[in-house]
């Protein structure tokens, strides 16, 4: 990624606005600001919390 920005080859930029649109596209296509900790029943018989919904930015607040 540095090589292309640094880049004075016409091409670079083109190659870096795919990238960034395929990051774009899976960004959206997978929820990264989500983490789902499952309750399954069919992951084991333990004592479970029950389902929490976390974001990202929880963790970094003491929020684990």
Do not use: R
């Not at 670079?12 to 929820?31: F, I, R, T, W």
């Not at 992951?43 to 003491?62: F, I, Q, R």
Request: hydrophobic share 30%; charged share 30%; glycine share 4%.
């Amino acid at each position: 990624m540095c090589q292309l920005f640094e880049s004075e080859d016409p091409g670079s930029m083109e190659a870096m606005q795919e990238m960034h649109n395929e990051l774009v596209a899976y960004y959206k296509e997978h929820n990264l600001t989500e983490m789902w900790i499952s309750d399954d029943e069919n992951d084991s018989n333990e004592t479970k919390a029950p389902v929490s919904k976390k974001l990202h930015h929880d963790y970094g607040k003491g929020l684990t």
